[in-house]
């Protein structure tokens, strides 16, 4: 059986909280479990204890952990952009409770995954990414998907149409709604630099869009990727649409590296057992193959 054991560790001169589940047998290769905000080291739904007590149990040790200021950490709030220092400090943690590790895969959720994305490549020990839903949001992208992934669908559902012979669709609420929606799609789109071509050589910056820093974040790590896409969530549908959007995009997730998989119905945070446990296989098997 997996022991579960509290670490107090610093970040930012703040003291954080992990668990570190360890498997009976020591492992070279663990998983540092990132977590979306807001949100605590539980997760939804327990989705992440769940997950990582499913690892350990299967031979895969696993650290997750409170940013400064959330859970049973202290400090001000930080944003997913600002927890670089977190993260290392949380693998440093992690090493130290479990020194047979020595290789670390980072598993994130929505900007847990942008996150990954964003340090994973500045730290030597993270070998591989597990990336699920990644938040890719701009203006123009939101814009982009409520068109294509809301409002095509509600013209094709039969409740639209019950609504409207009932009486209970309110068209123009509707209309106003659509019109700000396509507003945004084609005034940010003229604002934005598009992400296609080639990433500049230079470290990303803060300055530029979200999804070209996270492009490049991805092409300057060299390890292996898992991205899991739920088919019912506008985070996913962004990313996706994102990538369709951008031939640079599209060359990062066909790499031989990158392996892909996607569960049609659930949504953004697989509130249901068994897309939680779908994703927990999938996690494993990945963890196994890439060894």
Known sequence: MANEEASVFEAGGERLLG????????AARGVLLVVGGPQYRVGSHRQFLLLARYLAAHGVPVFRFDYRGMGD????????????????????AFQAAAPE??????????????????????????????????WVRTDE?????????????????????????????????SVVGLSRTVMRAVGAGRERRPVEGAPAPEPPASGRPLPARMAEGWRQFDGSILVILSGNDLTAAE?????????????????????????????????????????????????????
Request: aromatic share 10%; hydrophobic share 40%.
């Open 19 to 26: 668990i570190l589940h360890a498997p009976p047998r020591p």
């Open 73 to 92: 950490s202290g400090g001000p709030r930080c944003s997913f952009e600002e927890v670089e220092e977190d993260i290392r400090a949380a693998a440093d």
């Open 101 to 134: 590790v020595r290789r670390v895969v980072i598993w994130g959720l929505c900007d847990a995954a942008s996150a990954a994305l964003l340090y994973a490549w500045r730290d030597p020990r993270v070998d591989g990414l597990i990336l699920l839903n990644p």
């Open 141 to 173: 992208g939101l814009a982009k998907a409520h068109l294509k992934h809301y409002y095509l669908r509600r013209l094709t559902s039969r409740g639209f149409w019950r609504d409207l012979a009932t009486g209970r669709f309110r068209p123009v609420h």
């Open 239 to 291: 990313f996706q649409d994102t990538a369709d959007r951008s031939p640079y995009w599209r060359r990062l997730l066909n790499q031989r590296r990158v392996s892909r998989r996607e569960l049609p119905e659930a949504n953004h945070t697989f509130s249901r057992q068994a897309w939680r446990d779908q994703v927990a296989r999938w996690t494993l098997e990945w963890i196994v193959e890439t060894q």
